[in-house]
């Protein structure tokens, strides 16, 4: 399985993007899919993800009322679109998937991740 994300950029804070993966391979027996992000000297951290189990989305406290977790099951894409962006955003945004049901937010727990998109957040 291969993710390829895309949609990083430079933003001013109060900006928006959208950023999105696509999964390719044996995608079959994917249930969730979602996002992970490194700010620059900080631990990976989660942000947000789908399970195409009835479509339930998750979200970091950080998240949560800014951002929104989307995608297309059959495609085996997935979106994030940001909002009121702040500085505290920079980071380089991964996509991950997993291939078990349950959405949890431990890097481990995810099976498959992308390259990392950059995302910087201009004060």
């Known amino acids: 399985v291969q993710l390829q994300a895309s949609g990083g950029g430079l933003v001013q804070a109060g900006g928006s993007l959208r950023l999105s993966c696509a999964a390719s391979?044996?995608?079959?027996?994917?249930?969730?899919m979602g996002w992970f992000r490194q700010a620059p000297g900080k631990e990976r951290e989660f942000v947000a993800a789908?399970?195409?189990?009835?479509?339930?989305?998750y979200y970091a406290d950080s998240a949560k009322g800014r951002f929104t977790v989307s995608g297309d099951e059959a495609k085996k894409v997935v979106f994030l679109q940001m909002n009121s962006l702040k500085s505290e955003d920079t980071a380089v945004y991964y996509c991950?998937?997993?291939?078990?049901?349950?959405?949890?937010?431990?890097?481990?727990?995810?099976?498959?991740w992308g390259q990392g998109t950059q995302v910087t957040v201009s004060s």
């Open positions: 391979g044996r995608t079959f027996s994917m249930n969730v």
């Open positions: 789908i399970s195409w189990s009835g479509g339930l989305t």
């Open positions: 991950v998937a997993r291939l078990r049901n349950g959405v949890p937010s431990f890097q481990p727990d995810y099976d498959y």
